[in-house]
């Protein structure tokens, strides 16, 4: 099947820092991303439609200065954190969709846990 | 978009089929029913779809109901990596088919 990898799969930085998390498809080109937040026992929150060679469409409530997000090639998304705080600790989980599969079919990366101290 | 409700959580025994509910009264007639799962800290993982026909694959089969208002997910014979959180997604008739996910049914298989 599709695989979909992120980078790094964990990461501390402090407080005031940028971090960026990478998400690439391995074995197909996708046009379109997603990136999604997950906090402790909740649920999946979408962020941002990533789209190949265009800018990111942000879901209400997320600072696109805050979480920079470049498509910039068929299997690279990638979204930077920037001046990172402790509320921005979180797993984030990238996913891509395959043209060649039904619209809502997502492969999704194994996710980043980022810790801000 | 539609939005689903699922009970959050249910429990089966091992080698139980497992049924998990899903209510979404406000489909439209040219969405999709999705089900995803997200065993712990993983990223979710595609279990199957469907738009009005019942379904099957290697993992699981959907059965969904005549009005489209509910689906049931069917895990045939449940195994203790079965358990996990799933979800069940109406997709959005947009250009971007994004999926917006709720807060799913916690499913716990035991020995």
């Known amino acids: 099947g599709a695989v979909v990898s992120q980078h790094p799969s964990w990461v501390i930085c402090k407080s005031g820092t940028s971090v960026k998390i990478e998400c690439r498809s391995l074995?197909?080109?996708?046009?379109?991303m997603f990136w999604y937040r997950q906090f402790p026992k909740q649920s999946l929150m979408l962020m941002a439609t990533s789209n190949e060679g265009s800018k990111a469409t942000y879901e209400q409530g997320v600072e696109k200065d805050k979480f920079l997000i470049n498509h910039a090639s068929l299997t690279l998304s990638t979204l930077t954190v920037t001046s990172a705080h402790p509320e921005d600790s979180s797993f984030y989980i990238c996913?891509?969709?395959?043209?060649?599969?039904?619209?809502?079919?997502?492969?999704f990366g194994e996710g980043s846990r980022l810790t801000v101290l | 978009d539609a939005k689903t409700t699922q009970p959050p959580s249910m429990d089966c025994a091992e080698g139980r089929a497992a049924n998990l509910p899903c209510n979404h009264s406000t489909i439209s007639g040219n969405e999709y029913v999705y089900w995803y799962r997200q065993i712990h800290s993983q990223g979710p993982q595609y279990i199957i779809h469907g738009l009005k026909n019942n379904e099957t694959n290697e993992m699981a089969s959907l059965i969904i109901t005549e009005d489209r208002k509910s689906s049931t997910l069917i895990l045939p014979h449940a195994t203790l990596r079965d358990t996990a959180v799933y979800y069940c997604i109406v997709s959005l008739r947009d250009s971007s088919y994004k999926l917006i996910f709720g807060s799913g049914t916690r499913l716990l298989v035991r020995p």
């Open positions: 996913s891509a969709r395959d043209s060649g599969r039904a619209p809502g079919e997502l492969f």
């Open positions: 074995d197909f080109q996708a046009t379109t």
